[in-house]
């Protein structure tokens, strides 16, 4: 099992900064793959930023250009930098976390992200 621990989220204005973490323990040796997703209200959850053990990244495209993902191997801490946020991204930020051979998946239990003026 791997537990997946939240941090970070909150309410801003439009245009502001916020930074997600997440904390993995647990059964997280071996090649993976750690990633945020987001779901808003009526909406289906959708992949933000993913990056993997060797640190390649990719984002969805709304991400691009205003999102950071990054990873801290030796705490086993993801994080998301976000900026110039938008109320398009309200909602609800998950950390995932994936064994590559297994593809055994597990889901934090997410952090509220409301962006508003």
């Known amino acids: 099992q791997v537990q997946l621990q939240e941090s970070g989220g909150g309410s801003v204005q439009p245009g502001g900064s916020l930074r997600l973490s997440c904390e993995a323990s647990g059964r997280i040796l071996g090649a993976n793959t750690m990633g945020w997703y987001r779901q808003a209200p009526g909406k289906q959850r959708e992949l933000v930023a993913a990056?993997?053990?060797?640190?390649?990244?990719n984002y969805a495209d709304f991400a691009k250009g205003r999102f950071i993902v990054s990873r801290d191997n030796t705490k086993n801490v993801l994080y998301l930098q976000m900026n110039a946020l938008n109320p398009d991204d309200t909602g609800v930020y998950y950390c995932n976390f994936r064994h590559l051979l297994s593809r055994e998946g597990y889901w934090g239990q997410g952090t509220q992200v409301t962006v508003s003026s």
């Open positions: 990056i993997r053990g060797d640190r390649s990244t």
